[in-house]
């Protein structure tokens, strides 16, 4: 398997209004905990090591330049 | 009556080598009679090599040091002798219970797959446990085997040469010089043989406190493994509490990088401390306080020409995960067949090299380990310390991340991938039996096997005829037939699914080679390749 990089959520602006929703309110520490927890939790779901280190390795490189 | 560690056990004598004429020249010095430099002692003696054992002190282990010792260093000491005295005195525990803040958030069990002879733990002060090894070393003396353990001996200078090593040792009546075909050197963490040859000890220091107290009193805690992130009693820290024979407690305390070390050992502050991890009325004593920072370093070689190092002089890893005696245990059970073979003229001295191939393996794998546990333990950043928390939070409703919480990795023999000395491998056979790994238990009808196993190459048969032994160069191989009935458990980690294998087994209870068939001339190039000849 590899990392699907093309559209794949259905309902892409609920699927964001509903990210931030989480954080609503919320204290940054409150916040950082949470974005932590649901990292652990999709990573898990995922499970394919290399799936797992292609995403960490392009959440760095699209942060770049 | 006088504690056991403060009585001196192996006293100063004068030995004959302080009168003699002429220079005396010694098979094999071993420097250190700590856990490492006895166990040394105890498997050359049995295979019948002379040694001599110096130590500048005349007693056991003083202060908190070791009480974890794992399945696999126990299996070693059946091999040295003195196995059934260890775990009769220790405790047995296998349940670990990992606290966040308030709330106990799971527990697991180290071994859930029975059938072995040895538990995956026991806790015993580590004086105890150079006590027994001292009295078997008593034992094998009074059998006449050749071990002169020399106490108040200490090398103050070493000189290393093509073809012998020479030593300088102070004793209270001055000092005398011998040499040596060979040393090992276990003299701890802050060797001095290491110092003395200008050797390197490269790694990573950790910055952060541990406040030890070895702490006796009647409680009824269970037998486990107490581990705490951030409770109320240490905010912030973390704490370990841990069950010793003689109602003694270990408990160990995290303080921070940034503490008056003379304050926060003064009973005055532990006892309040303790009081709030325990109830205001606990009673109890302190045995010893001490407060210990950790390092995770090692040599970047265990061999230099004729000294081997071993144990904690080759090797320091952080407590959590009790790999320090038990992986220096490993080191010695790798050495003295491989010595012994060399010593008789049976393998080249490049056999020696794979001691320092094999064992630097171990020891990163110990270091990645206790490094990882540490970085667990003491998060280094904000960020690493909010994926702490979430794993702690989250594992204590979801399984899935309850394999992610590091405590300790607690201690498991190495596998030697990747070794010079494994042979072929039969891909049916179950893989954690690959060559490189240690034997794994097993029930047999009237004994463990591991009881079977050891001090010698064997072929282990199952199901398979083969021939009442094999020899090549000097060399013998013993025959042990041993039938799958005699144990599901057996069956079913020896044979996997096939219906019939072959191991070869080296004298450190190691897997060599293995083949689900006999051939007589694969097994004797296995041999070869086994002994450093291939
Ligand atoms: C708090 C703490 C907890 C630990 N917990 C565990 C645990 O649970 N499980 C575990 O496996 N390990 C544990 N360890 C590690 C364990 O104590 C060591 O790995 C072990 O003692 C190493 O044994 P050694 O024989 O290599 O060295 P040592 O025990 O240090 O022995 C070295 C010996 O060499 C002698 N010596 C030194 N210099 C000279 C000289 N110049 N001449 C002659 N003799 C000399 C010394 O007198 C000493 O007897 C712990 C350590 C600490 C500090």
């Given amino acids: ?65 | 009556m006088s504690k056991i560690f403060e009585t001196p056990l192996y006293p100063y004598q004068r030995s004959r080598d302080q009168d003699a004429l002429h220079l005396v020249r010694h098979p094999v010095v071993i420097i250190g009679a700590g856990p490492i430099g006895l166990g040394a002692a105890i498997d050359l003696a049995q295979h019948g090599v002379p040694v001599v054992v110096v130590d500048d002190n005349d007693k056991v282990s003083f202060g908190s040091r070791a009480i974890c010792f794992a399945k696999r260093a126990l299996e070693i000491t059946d091999r040295l002798g003195c196995g059934d005295a260890l775990v009769d005195k220790g405790v047995l525990w296998d349940t670990g219970k990992v606290f966040f803040d308030t709330r106990e958030i799971f527990n697991f069990d180290l071994m859930p797959d029975k059938g072995h002879h040895r538990p995956a733990f026991i806790n015993l002060q580590q004086y105890y446990f150079e006590e027994y090894l001292l009295s078997r070393l008593r034992e094998l003396q009074a059998e006449g085997k050749p071990i002169d353990l020399r106490g108040k001996n200490k090398v103050s200078a070493i000189g290393k040469h093509d073809d012998h090593v020479t030593l300088e040792i102070d004793t209270p009546e001055g000092p005398y010089n011998i040499d040596a075909d060979w040393v090992i050197a276990c003299d701890g963490a802050n060797s001095p043989t290491r110092r003395m040859l200008g050797l390197d000890f490269i790694g990573r220091v950790f910055e952060d406190n541990f406040l030890i107290a070895d702490t006796i009193m009647e409680a009824d805690f269970p037998s486990e493994r107490w581990f705490w992130f951030d409770p109320p009693f240490n905010r912030g820290q973390s704490a370990l509490l841990h069950k010793q024979p003689d109602n003694v407690w270990r408990i160990d305390l995290q303080l921070g990088w940034d503490v008056d070390k003379e304050k926060e050992m003064k009973p005055e502050n532990v006892i309040p401390r303790l009081k709030a991890m325990l109830g205001e009325d606990a009673k109890f004593e302190l045995e010893w306080v001490s407060i210990y920072t950790f390092q995770c370093r090692r040599m970047e070689a265990f061999r230099h020409g004729r000294v081997l190092f071993a144990g904690d002089a080759a090797h320091q890893v952080s407590p959590f995960g009790a790999r320090g005696a038990n992986s220096g245990l490993q080191d010695t059970d790798n050495l003295a067949w491989k010595l012994q073979l060399v010593m008789a003229g049976l393998a080249p001295d490049s056999l020696l090299d794979t001691y320092n191939q094999e064992r630097v393996y171990g020891a990163d794998e110990n270091i990645l380990n206790s490094s990882r546990s540490t970085d667990f333990i003491t998060p280094k950043s904000d960020t690493s310390r909010i994926f702490r928390d979430a794993v702690l939070d989250l594992a204590e409703v979801y399984p899935f991340a309850r394999p992610l919480v590091n405590s300790g990795r607690l201690s498991v023999p190495c596998t030697y991938d990747g070794s010079t000395l494994n042979g072929p491998d039969a891909v049916e056979l179950p893989v954690n039996l690959r060559p490189g790994s240690t034997a794994l238990d097993a029930p047999l009808k009237a004994s463990w096997l591991l009881e079977r196993l050891g001090d010698k190459f064997q072929l282990l048969a199952i199901g398979v005829d083969i021939p009442d032994g094999l020899e090549d160069g000097g060399i013998a191989i013993e025959s042990l037939r041993i039938d799958a009935s005699e144990s599901p458990e057996f069956a079913r980690r020896y044979l996997g699914g096939a219906r019939q294998a072959v191991y070869l087994m080296r004298p450190d209870q190691h897997v060599a080679a293995r083949w689900t068939s006999f051939d007589k001339d694969a097994v004797i190039a296995a041999l070869r390749t086994a002994t450093g000849r291939g």
């Fill in chain 1, 1 to 65: 398997m590899t990392l699907n990089t093309t559209p794949n959520i259905a309902g892409a602006d609920d699927f964001y209004a509903e990210l931030l929703a989480l954080h609503e309110g919320r204290s940054k520490a409150e916040s950082d905990a949470i974005n932590a927890r649901l990292i652990l939790l999709l990573a898990n779901h995922i499970g394919d090591r290399l799936v797992l280190s292609d995403a960490m390795q392009k959440a760095v490189s699209a942060g770049r330049g």
